[in-house]
């Protein structure tokens, strides 16, 4: 899933309006494309690095542009339609006040899987941008490893953080990384793919905590 990152922006009101945007990203001029999926197992990368004023932070705006596509099983290369992510930018609400001198990581997860969409049987497909926008301060992180990639061809990783459910897939290696996971004790559904014959595994107990990195080490299918 290929995605076309024209800018990154800030804004220091929950107003959801045109103005009051500044831009902070590192993209050059005619954007960047990004394959999401060579993003996972906890893979990220930078898209904005700069000093901004300490206050009051309302939202983050992802600005795409129109060169968003999705490549099938079969290799044919298909356009994302993305209408509104054209025209306004995804506007992603932080509501956090920053301080000044303390280094913040906001973290944008796209989730794939609720993003691309096919639309009826016109055989195109859209994009409806599904991001959570976190920060590393206050939630956690729960990572492991698929022993059995192999036999289980993917692998979907998702827990449910009230009525949102948090998921990722392992990578080609098994290795798989939740984010933005606020503290608390959850259950990990591990769904492998479905013509794998294996079965669903849920594993209670998983305990996160803020700032840090929840190991579920090494888990056979």
């Known amino acids: 899933v290929n995605i076309d990152v024209r800018d990154i922006m800030i804004k220091n009101t929950t107003d959801s309006g045109d103005q009051g945007w500044v831009s902070i990203g590192n993209t050059p001029t005619g954007g960047k494309i990004y394959d999401l999926l060579d993003l996972t197992g906890g893979v990220s990368l930078m898209l904005a690095d700069t000093l901004i004023p300490s206050a009051y932070l309302g939202q983050v705006r992802l600005l795409l542009g129109d060169k968003n596509t999705v490549v099938l099983k079969d290799g044919t290369i298909q356009p994302l339609s993305t209408p509104s992510a054209q025209q306004s930018g995804l506007k992603l609400k932080v509501n956090q006040t920053l301080l000044g001198g303390v280094s913040y990581d906001f973290l944008l997860d796209f989730d794939v899987d609720h993003s691309v969409v096919k639309a009826g049987n016109s055989g195109n497909y859209n994009l409806h941008p599904v ?84 190991s579920m080490g090494s888990i056979s299918l």
């Open 131 to 214: 991001v959570r926008v976190t920060t590393a301060a206050t939630s956690g992180v729960i990572k492991g490893t698929i022993t059995n990639m192999t036999v289980a061809k993917q692998v979907l990783v998702s827990v449910l953080v009230g009525t949102e459910t948090v998921s990722t897939y392992a990578n080609a290696e098994g290795v798989f990384q939740l984010n933005g996971v606020p503290p608390g004790t959850y259950i990990v559904t591990l769904t492998p793919d479905p013509t794998s014959g294996l079965l669903v595994k849920t594993i209670p107990d998983v305990v996160v905590a803020n700032g840090a990195a929840t």
